[in-house]
């Protein structure tokens, strides 16, 4: 079994990033595959990650998503207090998609 990644404030951020700058023209999955292989992880953990921000978003707190992290967290408030380019209702469509 392969070790565990330790989720990074920039790898959470790259999530973010990657996904609003390639939605409109590339396949979701291939988005996740390319950014786990960037950071080392599994596309399916880049998947959650995306999921995890859409629950925050939502305020959702059970089900697929709902687990995320402090660092997570802190990277989506980061990613909203700092990149004026989208706003939390554009990102859940983004994200969600």
């Given at each position: ?68 992290s402090s ?27």
């Amino acid at each position: 079994m392969a070790a565990r990644h330790k989720w990074t404030k920039e790898d959470c951020l790259l999530v973010i990033t990657e996904f609003v700058k390639r939605y409109k023209t590339e396949d979701y999955k291939n988005i996740e595959k390319d950014v786990a292989k960037k950071i080392g992880t599994t596309a399916s953990s880049v998947n959650l990650t995306r999921a995890n921000y859409i629950s925050l978003l939502t305020d959702n707190r059970e089900g697929f998503g709902s687990n995320i992290s402090s660092t997570q967290a802190e990277a989506l408030i980061h990613y909203l207090e700092n990149y004026n380019d989208v706003s939390a209702s554009k990102l859940i469509y983004i994200l969600g998609n």
